[in-house]
């Protein structure tokens, strides 16, 4: 490698100068999650009234996504790879896109040019004595999209943790700025009563040594709270959080019996607080690798006994999971959802577990249907589908007839609806 610290001056620029090299009609990636670059994307923003239709490619945006708000049409079209809170009423209002795919295949889109990167923005640390920037909390598919952009800019921001795992050298970064901000934080969500006694049913289905995957939310939180009395669990998860930091120092996450990876927390991107941005920094069991890896279903299926534990919208009597439609408007995506579920099928005593409330809208509406709603999508299909949880119970699809199936799945709905589950289930044909 070069002697990085040569001609490091000539790449320092202000965040102005750096997204000034952008032109109108360029497709611009920005680093996922957490990691996204904050002084990068505002500086873009601002120039809003001389670009046109820039391509902005981001999967899970937790920052304001000012490049989706109205107005912004012109300058910007974002393509959401995942719809989030701050990008779903512009995908609804048709000033954005959705490109559904699995978190895993992002990389490839990137690196077979089926979307063919022109800019990255991306958030790493400073540099460490050999001149290597980690990216912190998002290696994601923004490693990959540094590989394959013709123009790398980076926010160099102390604040940013040093995780192991991926890394990138200053020789590939263009354009530098240097900004210490806060890092984007995700507060833990409220549990209640309905997610303990979910927890509490996942909580059952998981042995001592298992691996881990946990999905965002109420229900993934509610979970580790009924793990406490276990022993020596690990992770291998496309993401985790706060919750995943209290049991590690409870003793009980160890990763001492993975069977890939042992000894080490492996995740793709991680999203929280500063307690979990403080517990990863300079750890030395704490890897991120990009998510062609860490998602992959065959890496997924090298740990035995892995657990993916995942949530849903709706599931229907075949076993069919819809996580990301509320009718026919995208609410999510599938994320790693599939990824981890087909990985899980594959690990030896592996199990994955797609866990919901049984109703929604105060209870007014059930979320174990007949039918998937009009216009819903398909996100784990009835063949890969495998453990269904609600607060009412666990059954094990796998193996089961559609008969069986529709019977485990009434069983488990909210006591309000079953009967009328029961009826339309033989008005359908299934019972
Ligand atoms: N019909 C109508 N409304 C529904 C509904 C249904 N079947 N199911 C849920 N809703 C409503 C809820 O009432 C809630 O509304 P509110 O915010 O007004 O209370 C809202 O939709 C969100 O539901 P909730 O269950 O709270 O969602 P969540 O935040 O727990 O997220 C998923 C659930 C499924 C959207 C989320 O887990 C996801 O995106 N999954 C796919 C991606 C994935 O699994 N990735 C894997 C690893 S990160």
New binding site residues.
């Given amino acids: 490698m070069s002697n990085w610290r040569e001609n490091y001056q000539e790449r320092l620029v202000t965040p102005e100068q750096a997204v000034g090299q952008i032109k109108s009609g360029e497709r611009v990636v920005i680093g996922h999650a957490c990691g996204e670059p904050p002084s990068l994307i505002e500086a873009l923003v601002n120039r809003a009234p001389e670009l046109n239709s820039v391509e902005i490619v981001h999967m899970v945006a937790m920052g304001p996504a000012k490049y989706a708000q109205p107005g912004m049409e012109k300058s910007f079209r974002h393509n959401a790879l995942f719809v989030g809170s701050s990008t779903r009423k512009a995908f609804e209002e048709k000033r954005a896109d959705f490109t559904p795919c699995f978190f895993s295949e992002i990389p490839r889109l990137f690196k077979n040019n089926t979307l063919a990167v022109d800019v990255v923005l991306i958030q790493v640390t400073p540099p460490d004595e050999q001149g290597y920037c980690s990216f912190g909390i998002s290696v994601d598919y923004t490693q990959a999209a540094t590989e394959c952009a013709k123009l790398v800019i980076a926010q160099i921001n102390s604040r940013m943790p040093r995780t192991g795992g991926a890394k990138i050298h200053l020789d590939k970064i263009d354009l530098i700025v240097e900004k210490d901000e806060p890092l984007i934080e995700l507060k833990p969500p409220e549990i209640g009563e309905v997610e303990k006694a979910i927890g509490e049913n996942v909580a059952g289905l998981v042995p001592d040594g298992a691996t881990l995957q946990l999905?965002?939310?109420?229900?993934p939180d509610a979970v580790l709270l009924f793990l406490k009395g276990k022993k020596d669990l690990g992770i291998h998860s496309?993401?985790f959080s706060d919750g995943v930091v209290a049991l590690a120092e409870a003793g009980v996450i160890t990763n001492r019996k993975k069977t890939s990876n042992p000894g080490k927390f492996i995740a793709t991107f991680l999203m929280g607080t500063r307690k979990l941005y403080d517990f990863v920094n300079n750890n030395p069991n704490v890897e991120l690798h990009p998510v062609d890896y860490v998602n992959d279903p065959y890496v997924i299926g090298l740990h035995e006994s892995m657990i993916s534990i995942?949530?849903?919208?709706?599931v229907d009597l075949m076993g069919q999971v819809n996580?990301?439609m509320?009718g026919s408007k995208q609410?999510?995506?599938?994320?790693?959802?599939v990824d981890?579920v087909r990985g899980s099928s594959r690990s030896m005593n592996g199990k994955s577990i797609i866990a919901?409330?049984s109703t929604?809208?105060g209870g007014k509406?059930s979320?174990i249907t007949c039918e998937l709603d009009r216009g819903a999508a398909v996100?784990t299909s009835r063949n890969d589908v495998h453990y269904v949880v609600t607060e009412y119970g666990a059954v094990d699809l796998r193996g089961k007839s559609l008969r069986a199936r529709a019977e485990a799945l009434i069983g488990i709905a909210h006591p309000n609806f079953r009967s009328s589950l029961m009826a339309d289930a033989k008005e359908k044909g299934i019972l």
């Fill in positions: 999905g965002i939310g109420a229900i496309e993401m995942n949530s849903a919208l709706q996580a990301e509320i609410f999510s995506a599938v994320g790693g959802q981890y919901l409330p929604a809208a509406i979320r996100t």
